[in-house]
Every structure is written in structure tokens, then in C-alpha cells.
């Protein structure tokens, strides 16, 4: 088996019909479809066993409870056949041709192909290419070169570049298994991430595809169910753990780190949560939103520091005359 297309899901009934079908579609012999339900309770189990029924490449397994997306990920690698694993959203698209196109980059046996992807609406409208790294496509670098490895680092634009997205993803199974799930990652959605980075100093060829391999859907964050504010500490809170305990604090990779999360969380974000907070009377979250800012602009680069003077000057009534202009402003630049 070349390729298994790893799939955790919880209760997405409503789109994975739709993931599947662009999957099913590109289908070719040595590629599997792993499915592994945490205990949905809509009709996720429906929808897969018709599909399963109609292409026995699909392999659905249904847990009892919910494992949480760190042990439901891991999970579903471990039940794979595939020399590689893709782990892949199951609300997300894949793109039309793109199956083969990884097969055919597999052959060069590398460990991990990183892809792109482009950002939609809950309707899979498509907004816009999400910016994953500077790199021209088709760059390898080999990560256990410290000068590979910092080059890796430094063109990195979003932490997409630093694995977060699981659908851009695509490891060797060995590799994958030779590292172990940190239980003390667990929960932080980021138990992939601290895997595939301790993986470095035995080894780690990545490849830069550049092209986006499907479309994310977007509006549909699982992790939204405690608010917006809590959903900036995962990422936020979660990738500073994760620079320092991997890298150390001063490290070159942990710096980098730090400079995409500016680059993900420019102060309109932090003023737009702080809006919300304020619309929907949840004063307290602004303090924790404060601090989030704080720790995001804390490194004494040109940028951070501009960041921070702009999220501690700009009163909050002055946010919607200024999102209003950066928003025609942006689509004007997408025009030329």
C-alpha cells in the first residue's frame, strides 16, 4: 500500500460526503481511505458505510467516546497500511488531479511533502491562497542540517510552514511511528506538531511542493466551541510552548516561530475579538485577550514593536473605520 488518506472526524455528517466524493473520484489502486470516528453521534456513520460500501479502499473504524484530536490523529496513522499518511480534514476538498500528482512526488521516497492550500468559506467559496512559505516550490531541505534547517525556519511565512495544518501534511508512516505521541501535548492540538519536530535530529527531508492540494473550509473550527478568545490561546499559547520546549527560548527555529505567529495575528484580529468581547458583554476576555497580544508582540522586532504601539494606541471605536479601509485596501491589491 503507497498511500493512506488518514481521516479523524467527530460529528461532521454534514460535509464528509462531500470530502469523500473528491477523494473516491481520484481514486487509484494502493491508496486507502482510513476513517476514524470518535464516537459521532449525527450521521457520520451513515454517510462513510454508503461510501465504504461503493469503494472498499475506504476502511471506516468507530470509536466508542471521543479520543480528542491529538489521540484521534495519531490513532488513525496507527490503523494505516500506506507507507505514507496523509492526514486530512474531513470537511476540507481535495483538489481535482492532486492524487496523482503526490503519488508521483512519493516516488522520490523523501520523508515528509509539505503542500498549500487555499482558504474558503463555509459554502467553499474560494477567498484566497493562505500563505505557507517563501521557499520556490520544490525546494527539499533536509532539517537535521542546522543551515538547511534555519534557511527551513527563516522563509517560513505562517506556522502552516511549521506543520499546524494536518491536511498539508503527508509523512512516511515509519518515520511518523518512530516518533511517540507527548502525552503532554496532548490536548493542545499540537501533539503532531511536537512529534514531526522531534524527529529532527535523526533526520528530516522535507519537500516544499508550493501547490495547494485542496480547498479548507473555513467558518467550520471545531475548537470555537469555547469562543474566539480561547481559540487565539490555542494557537497562540500552544506554538510559544511549543518553540520553547522543542527549540529553547533563544533558539534561532523558536524566533521564527514566534515571527510567524506575528504574521498570523496582526493587532485588526485582536481588535476584532475585542469588539466582539464587547458586543456580546464579555468584558473579562479582554484581559486575557491583552495578554495574548503581549505575548505575541513581545519579541523586539521592527514589526512586533509596530504592532504593539498600534494595539495599545488605537482606540477601540477607531476599529471599524479602519478594518472598512484595510479591507478595500487589501481587495484592491488582489485586483492588480
Given at each position: 500500500?503507497?498511500?493512506?488518506?488518514?481521516?479523524?472526524?467527530?460529528?461532521?455528517?454534514?460535509?464528509?460526503?462531500?470530502?469523500?466524493?473528491?477523494?473516491?473520484?481520484?481514486?487509484?489502486?494502493?491508496?486507502?481511505?482510513?476513517?476514524?470516528?470518535?464516537?459521532?453521534?449525527?450521521?457520520?456513520?451513515?454517510?462513510?458505510?454508503?461510501?465504504a460500501k461503493r469503494y472498499p479502499a475506504i476502511r471506516y473504524v468507530r470509536q466508542p467516546q471521543r479520543g480528542g484530536i491529538d489521540r484521534d490523529m495519531a490513532r488513525s496513522v496507527d490503523l494505516a497500511?500506506?507507507?505514507?499518511?496523509?492526514?486530512?480534514?474531513?470537511?476540507?476538498?481535495?483538489?481535482?488531479?492532486?492524487?496523482?500528482?503526490?503519488?508521483?512526488?512519493?516516488?522520490?521516497?523523501?520523508?515528509?511533502?509539505?503542500?498549500?492550500?487555499?482558504?474558503?468559506?463555509?459554502?467553499?467559496?474560494?477567498?484566497?491562497?493562505?500563505?505557507?512559505?517563501?521557499?520556490?516550490?520544490?525546494?527539499?531541505?533536509?532539517?537535521?542540517?542546522?543551515?538547511?534547517?534555519?534557511?527551513?525556519?527563516?522563509?517560513?511565512?505562517?506556522?502552516?510552514?511549521?506543520?499546524?495544518?494536518?491536511?498539508?501534511?503527508?509523512?512516511?508512516?515509519?518515520?511518523w511511528m518512530s516518533g511517540a505521541l507527548d502525552e503532554g501535548f496532548v490536548g493542545s492540538c499540537w501533539a503532531h506538531v511536537v512529534r514531526i519536530l522531534r524527529l529532527i535530529p535523526q533526520g528530516l527531508?522535507?519537500?516544499?511542493?508550493?501547490?495547494?492540494?485542496?480547498?479548507?473550509?473555513?467558518?467550520?473550527?471545531?475548537?470555537?466551541?469555547?469562543?474566539?478568545?480561547?481559540?487565539?490561546?490555542?494557537?497562540?499559547?500552544?506554538?510559544?510552548?511549543?518553540?520553547?520546549?522543542?527549540?529553547?527560548?533563544?533558539?534561532?527555529?523558536?524566533?521564527?516561530?514566534?515571527?510567524?505567529?506575528?504574521?498570523?495575528?496582526?493587532?485588526?484580529?485582536?481588535?476584532?475579538?475585542?469588539?466582539?468581547?464587547?458586543?456580546?458583554?464579555?468584558?473579562?476576555?479582554?484581559?486575557?485577550?491583552?495578554?495574548?497580544?503581549?505575548?505575541?508582540?513581545?519579541?523586539?522586532?521592527?514589526?512586533?514593536?509596530?504592532?504593539?504601539?498600534?494595539?495599545?494606541?488605537?482606540?477601540?471605536?477607531?476599529?471599524?473605520?479602519?478594518?472598512?479601509?484595510?479591507?478595500?485596501?487589501?481587495?484592491?491589491?488582489?485586483?492588480?
Amino acid at each position: 500500500m503507497k498511500l493512506s488518506i488518514c481521516m479523524p472526524t467527530y460529528n461532521f455528517g454534514t460535509f464528509i460526503g462531500e470530502t469523500l466524493e473528491s477523494i473516491v473520484s481520484q481514486l487509484v489502486p494502493d491508496v486507502e481511505i482510513v476513517i476514524l470516528d470518535g464516537g459521532s453521534t449525527d450521521d457520520t456513520e451513515s454517510v462513510v458505510n454508503a461510501y465504504a460500501k461503493r469503494y472498499p479502499a475506504i476502511r471506516y473504524v468507530r470509536q466508542p467516546q471521543r479520543g480528542g484530536i491529538d489521540r484521534d490523529m495519531a490513532r488513525s496513522v496507527d490503523l494505516a497500511h500506506g507507507e505514507y499518511c496523509w492526514l486530512f480534514s474531513s470537511d476540507d476538498i481535495m483538489r481535482p488531479g492532486v492524487l496523482k500528482r503526490v503519488l508521483a512526488e512519493m516516488d522520490s521516497g523523501l520523508d515528509l511533502y509539505l503542500g498549500g492550500l487555499t482558504l474558503c468559506d463555509k459554502e467553499m467559496r474560494v477567498l484566497f491562497e493562505h500563505p505557507v512559505h517563501r521557499a520556490p516550490p520544490g525546494s527539499v531541505f533536509e532539517l537535521s542540517d542546522e543551515a538547511q534547517r534555519c534557511r527551513f525556519f527563516g522563509l517560513g511565512l505562517t506556522t502552516t510552514a511549521f506543520f499546524s495544518f494536518m491536511g498539508s501534511i503527508l509523512i512516511r508512516r515509519d518515520r511518523w511511528m518512530s516518533g511517540a505521541l507527548d502525552e503532554g501535548f496532548v490536548g493542545s492540538c499540537w501533539a503532531h506538531v511536537v512529534r514531526i519536530l522531534r524527529l529532527i535530529p535523526q533526520g528530516l527531508t522535507v519537500k516544499w511542493l508550493g501547490d495547494s492540494l485542496l480547498l479548507k473550509r473555513g467558518e467550520n473550527d471545531s475548537f470555537m466551541d469555547r469562543g474566539l478568545v480561547h481559540r487565539y490561546s490555542i494557537a497562540i499559547d500552544g506554538y510559544h510552548r511549543i518553540a520553547r520546549e522543542v527549540f529553547g527560548e533563544e533558539g534561532y527555529e523558536a524566533k521564527q516561530i514566534r515571527r510567524v505567529i506575528v504574521n498570523e495575528y496582526p493587532p485588526q484580529l485582536f481588535f476584532f475579538a475585542k469588539v466582539q468581547c464587547r458586543r456580546e458583554s464579555r468584558e473579562r476576555e479582554i484581559e486575557e485577550l491583552d495578554r495574548l497580544a503581549s505575548m505575541t508582540y513581545r519579541d523586539l522586532t521592527p514589526k512586533s514593536l509596530l504592532f504593539r504601539l498600534t494595539y495599545a494606541m488605537m482606540p477601540l471605536w477607531a476599529y471599524e473605520p479602519v478594518r472598512a479601509v484595510y479591507r478595500r485596501f487589501r481587495g484592491a491589491g488582489r485586483t492588480k
